[in-house]
């Protein structure tokens, strides 16, 4: 094994539903130590390539490598280095968390009751430790997915829109659970989602795939240098007009001037916000505001699956 | 190794779980039930009507009869609940996602299904002893019963007349026991890997009881009507009909074959009894074969 071993490889992979060809081809690889965000529309084929990378399609066209081992060959030995949940955990209604936990973990390798416990408070779930799981909310079954996914230490953790279903609340503190588990855990992160805010504040890798094929992968930051960033200006009234001509004619900086609902929303270029700002208030325009606009995520992800009606899914 | 061990026991528990378990615990176990009721309805009446004590070999020929019908019973009636329970620990498993978390966990396919199968092996195992549990208890009870009656204390008497020393006071023999539980082994293990085959194409445990069950029963009487027509055409049909699927069920539970072993007349390598159970073995190996084969090219989309 190598040092600069990936935690996913996928090469030319595809995949046929009856005559529908859902992956054509897809390439893309995952560093190790990351949080990668799994992009693409509604039936891009996300939910399948997790299937496929987890042996629940078998028959693979093409090629996969997950911490070095071979799919679907070694499939055994990475799986008990992986802790995944695709799409919802589908837990023993009858029996409580603690003993799915239990009895579902232990067939990864024997568990201590101490460990359980840890990784049920990890999630927040101290309290419905003993309850039945047919009794969870849709929160409470994501959270204790991830942590049925977590109980053995893997170096890798796959989900499956770990936030689906869940409410604004619940899903900062999915996004808290799963940087802490990052953080003290060492463990690298791959998790499917349409939601591009959420991979924007909690990933630093994306894979963005479209129509079967990968159209763009690398880490946040590298894809959106070198992008304009929006910005919203928000004024007081009578400086209003003045403002608009004054931006106008910073050509260098200001791609494009929108009215905006509260104020005008521009597009910028990279880095120079503190040079327009001044600029305004050199001029004497008396700026309320100046709040960034962080969409751009999102109309990378636009422009690159080429249509935005397909987008909207869960958001 | 461990694992597979684990796997065990959580389809065991997982089959305890459920209600449907306890149904069919006391479903298989009627006739005992209903056995040790009548034995002590039968002494009081035998005892109300004057017929002064009853022999403790009476009870013992009833004991024993129940015995035969318990395991008629077991046989006949087990299909029936056999196909829930595969339904249950495969069907409705795929289609409630269960089987969903448990291969993604790094447990084999064939892994699965082979804990899976022994573990409704011990279930049945465990509905079949208690019901034999059952009526050794009666028959322990039936003597403690003749023994004790009576005007003059039990030790007053020489009491040759109450107790039948030519009566054993167990049902079965340990050997008696063990062939039973083999024969009642193979025959269940093909009937499970018939239930599995057809489990993987179902989601649901009702409808895919109900197709399996139809087929069985389709099988059996096409092969009631048409063997003794067929072997008058060819002595042929006569030796292909030896391998048929639904005669070694047939035969293996039977109240004859049954009966040949409890009275040690004859045993597991007698001729018919043998080629059953071999045959037997032989179905069930090829089912479970199609079952891995099927679900390990099978797509978990639930």
């Known amino acids: 094994m190598n040092a600069e071993m990936s935690a996913i490889t996928v090469n030319r992979l595809c995949k046929n539903f009856g005559r529908k060809q859902v992956l054509k081809g897809l390439d893309f690889s995952v560093p190790l130590n990351t949080i990668a965000g799994f992009l693409g529309p509604n039936g891009a084929g996300k939910t399948t390539t997790m299937r496929m990378l987890l042996g629940l399609i078998p028959g693979i066209d093409g090629e996969i490598t997950m911490l070095g081992q071979t799919m679907p060959g070694g499939r055994t030995i990475a799986l008990e280095e992986i802790g995944a949940v695709v799409e919802n955990p589908a837990f023993i209604e009858s029996m409580s968390a603690y003993e799915n936990l239990y009895w579902f973990g232990s067939l990864y390798k024997p568990l201590t009751d101490q460990r359980i416990f840890e990784v049920i408070e990890m999630v927040g779930l101290k309290e419905a430790a003993r309850q039945r799981f047919g009794t969870f909310s849709t929160g409470m079954k994501q959270r204790l997915g991830v942590a049925f996914g977590i109980l053995h230490r893997p170096k890798l953790l796959i989900l499956d829109e770990p936030t689906s279903g869940m409410d604004p609340a619940g899903r900062v503190h999915m996004r808290e659970i799963l940087t802490r588990i990052h953080d003290e855990e060492k463990t690298s992160i791959f998790l499917s989602s349409h939601l591009l805010d959420e991979v924007q504040r909690l990933c630093n890798y994306v894979v963005i795939i479209d129509n079967g094929r990968c159209v763009k992968q690398g880490y946040v930051s590298e894809l959106l240098s070198g992008h304009s960033e929006k910005w919203e200006i928000r004024v007081v009234d009578e400086d209003a007009a003045k403002t608009r001509e004054l931006l106008a004619a910073m050509h260098e900086a200001v791609i494009d001037i929108n009215q905006g609902p509260r104020g005008l929303v521009i597009s910028l270029q990279t880095g120079k916000s503190a040079e327009v700002n001044s600029g305004l208030i050199k001029a004497g325009v008396r700026v309320v505001a100046l709040i960034p606009l962080e969409a751009s995520l999102e109309e990378t992800f636009i422009k690159l699956t080429g249509n935005g009606v397909s987008v909207g899914g869960g958001a | ?302």
Not at chain 2, 94 to 110: A, E
Not at chain 2, 137 to 154: E, H, I, K, M
Not at chain 2, 189 to 209: T, Y
Not at chain 2, 269 to 290: E, H, K, M, R
């Open chain 2, 1 to 302: 190794m461990r694992r597979m061990l684990f796997l065990i026991l959580f389809e065991l528990k997982k089959i305890l779980n459920r209600k449907k378990a306890l149904l069919f615990l006391l479903a298989l176990n009627i006739v005992p039930l209903v056995a040790s009721l009548a034995l002590i309805v039968a002494y009081v009446k035998f005892k109300g009507f004057g017929f002064g004590e009853v022999q403790f070999s009476v009870l013992h020929e009833i004991v024993k009869g129940l015995f035969t019908a318990h395991f008629k019973l077991f046989a006949f009636i087990a299909p029936f609940f056999l196909a829930l329970v595969v339904g249950d620990s495969f069907s409705t498993e795929l289609s409630r996602g269960y089987m969903k978390m448990l291969l993604l966990t790094p447990v084999r396919r064939w892994q699965v299904i082979t804990a899976k199968t022994l573990a409704i092996m011990l279930f049945l195992l465990l509905a079949v002893c208690l019901g034999g549990f059952f009526l050794q208890a009666d028959l322990l009870v039936a003597r403690s019963l003749t023994q004790a009656s009576g005007v003059l204390p039990a030790n007053a008497l020489p009491d040759a007349l109450n107790i039948d020393i030519s009566k054993p006071l167990y049902l079965v023999s340990t050997s008696s026991a063990f062939q039973l539980l083999v024969l009642t082994f193979v025959g269940n293990l093909m009937l499970i890997g018939f239930f599995i085959v057809f489990a993987l194409f179902f989601e649901s445990a009702i409808l895919m009881s109900f197709t399996s069950l139809s087929a069985l029963m389709g099988v059996h009487t096409f092969y009631l009507i048409a063997s003794s027509l067929l072997n008058k055409i060819d002595v042929w049909y006569e030796s292909a009909a030896k391998w048929c699927f639904t005669r070694h069920l047939d035969e293996l539970f039977s109240v004859n074959t049954i009966e040949t072993i409890l009275e040690n007349r004859g045993n597991l390598l007698t001729d018919n009894i043998f080629t059953a159970w071999q045959s037997s073995l032989g179905w069930a190996v090829l089912f479970y074969a199609i079952a891995v084969l099927l679900f390990s090219r099978r797509q978990i989309l639930h």
